[in-house]
C-alpha cells in the first residue's frame, strides 16, 4: 500500500517496541506514563455519570457543540480561576485530551518546514505530532529551572519560529519546573518578537510541597500583550482519570475559532458522556481530597526512588529530584566504568525484570544516548525499592 509521504517524517516509537516487552512475568515498570489506577476516585466518577444520565440523558447521549459541553466549560472556566487565570467559558474549548489540542495546534499553525522550538528534551508524542505536519524542531537546552531563557531567546531571534512549545512544570520527560523569573521573561520575549508560546500543563497540580509558580497563563495579566501570543493545553488525565479523555485548549479568538474548525472534521466533539461527568464531578467537591491523595502518595514514592537510586547506583547515576510529577530524569555518568549508553542498560535492565525508557528518543536531534526517565506513579514504595536495587544490578 501507497502511504501519504507526511509519514515519513516520523518513526514508530522506539518506546513503543519497548512496552511489548513489559508483559514479561514479574517484571517491574517505571516506564510508564500512566497514573496509578488505584488512585482514580472510581466512585465519584460513578456517581457523576450515573447524575448525568439520570438528569439530563438526550444532550448527553446526543451529538453535541465541537466547542464542548456547555457546563463543563463553565467548570473548567472556574477549575482555571482558582488556579488563577482568568478564562471565560468560551474563551476555552474541549478537547479529546490535551493530544487532540497539540494536534490541532499542529493542524492550524504548522506548515511543512515551519521551525518550532520545542525543549530538548521534550514529550515524545509532541515531536511526532508536529513532525506529521512537517515541523522543523529545534531543540532548545534546559537545566533544572526549565528552559535555558537566554538561549530560548537566542534561538527565537535566529530561527523566527512558528512556535514555542513548552511543559513549564513538572515536565515530561525531565521532571523539571521553570522558574518565576524565567516565565515572566518568557511572556515578555513573545510579546517583543511576536512568537506564539505553548504552555502544555498536564502536570502542574501533582506538586508535592509548594505550588509551583504560577503558570505563563495566569501570569499573562501582568505582562501586556502576551496573552494575544499565548496557547494554554490542560487535561483531566492526570488528575482524575486518562481514560475520559477530557482536554481543553485556551488560545486568542481566532486560532480557538479555527482549532474549532479543524476538531470538526476530525471526532465532531469530545464525548458528551465523559464531558458531561466530568462537569458533574468539577461540582462534588471531591476533586481536592482526591487530588491531595494523588500528590501525599507520588510524593513518597518519589522520595523512596531518590533515596534507592542514591544508595542502588551512587555516582553511577545523576538526576534532579522532581518536585511534583511524576518522572525523574537521569544521566548516567559512567562513574567506576560503568555503562553510559542508557538502551544498553534498558535491555540489561529487562533481563533483570524491571524497565524504564531510554532518554534519546525524547530529544528532537542531537539526542543524550545517556539519559533516561523512570516513572515513580504507579509501583508502590516496595516494588520501588525492589525495582531500583534491580537496576543496580543490572548497572
Ligand atoms: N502533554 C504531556 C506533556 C503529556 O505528558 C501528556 C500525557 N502523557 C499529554 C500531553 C497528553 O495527555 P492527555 O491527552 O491524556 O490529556
Known amino acids: 500500500m501507497q502511504f501519504a509521504d507526511r509519514l515519513n517524517a516520523i518513526e514508530t516509537s522506539a518506546i513503543r517496541e519497548l512496552f511489548k516487552l513489559l508483559g514479561k512475568p514479574g517484571i517491574i515498570s517505571f516506564a510508564g506514563g500512566f497514573p496509578d489506577p488505584a488512585l482514580f476516585d472510581v466512585e465519584g466518577i460513578r456517581e457523576s455519570t450515573a447524575a448525568v444520565l439520570a438528569s439530563n440523558p438526550g444532550p448527553v447521549l446526543q451529538y453535541g457543540a465541537t466547542e464542548g459541553y456547555q457546563p463543563l466549560r463553565e467548570q473548567l472556566s472556574v477549575f482555571m480561576k482558582n488556579k488563577g487565570a482568568t478564562v471565560a467559558p468560551d474563551g476555552l474549548i474541549v478537547t479529546t485530551g490535551s493530544q487532540q489540542a497539540l494536534d ?69 520527560p525531565s521532571g523539571a519546573t521553570l522558574s518565576l523569573a524565567r516565565r515572566k521573561r518568557i511572556l515578555e520575549i513573545a510579546v ?7 504552555e502544555d500543563d498536564p502536570y502542574g497540580e501533582l506538586y508535592f510541597g509548594d505550588a509551583p509558580p504560577a503558570s505563563l497563563l495566569a501570569l499573562s495579566d501582568s505582562v501586556p500583550g502576551s496573552r494575544d501570543w499565548l496557547v494554554h493545553c490542560g487535561s483531566l488525565s492526570k488528575i482524575l482519570s486518562p481514560g475520559l479523555r477530557v482536554g481543553w485548549m485556551i488560545a486568542p479568538t481566532e486560532l480557538l475559532a479555527r482549532a474549532t474548525m479543524c476538531k470538526q472534521f476530525s471526532d465532531a466533539h469530545t464525548s458528551n458522556l465523559t464531558q458531561a461527568a466530568a462537569a458533574h464531578y468539577l461540582t462534588l467537591n471531591r476533586l481536592d481530597g482526591a487530588l491531595a491523595v494523588v500528590r501525599k502518595t507520588y510524593a513518597e514514592r518519589a522520595r523512596v526512588m531518590g533515596e534507592s537510586l542514591r544508595s542502588a547506583l551512587g555516582d553511577a547515576i545523576t538526576f534532579n529530584a522532581p518536585q511534583g510529577g511524576m518522572f525523574f530524569w537521569a544521566r548516567l555518568t559512567g562513574a567506576q566504568g560503568k555503562e553510559t549508553n542508557a538502551t544498553v542498560f ?47 544490578q543490572a548497572l
Open 104 to 172: 490541532l495546534i499542529g493542524k492550524t499553525l504548522i506548515s511543512p518546514g515551519d521551525k518550532v522550538i520545542v525543549e530538548a528534551p521534550t514529550f515524545l508524542a509532541t515531536i511526532q505530532c508536529f513532525r506529521l505536519y512537517g515541523a522543523h524542531l529545534i531543540g532548545a537546552p534546559i537545566d533544572a529551572d526549565g528552559v535555558n531563557v537566554d538561549k530560548l531567546e537566542q534561538l527565537i531571534e535566529e530561527h523566527k519560529p512558528k512556535l514555542v512549545y513548552l511543559i513549564p512544570t513538572f515536565g515530561n
Open 192 to 198: 517583543r518578537t511576536g512568537t506564539v508560546i505553548v
Open 346 to 392: 534498558a535491555q540489561r535492565a529487562i533481563e533483570k525484570l524491571v524497565a524504564f525508557v531510554p532518554g534519546a528518543p525524547f530529544y528532537a536531534h542531537d539526542a543524550d544516548a545517556s539519559t533516561l526517565r523512570l516513572s515513580f506513579a504507579t509501583a508502590d514504595v516496595a516494588k520501588i525499592e525492589e525495582g531500583v536495587a534491580r537496576l543496580g
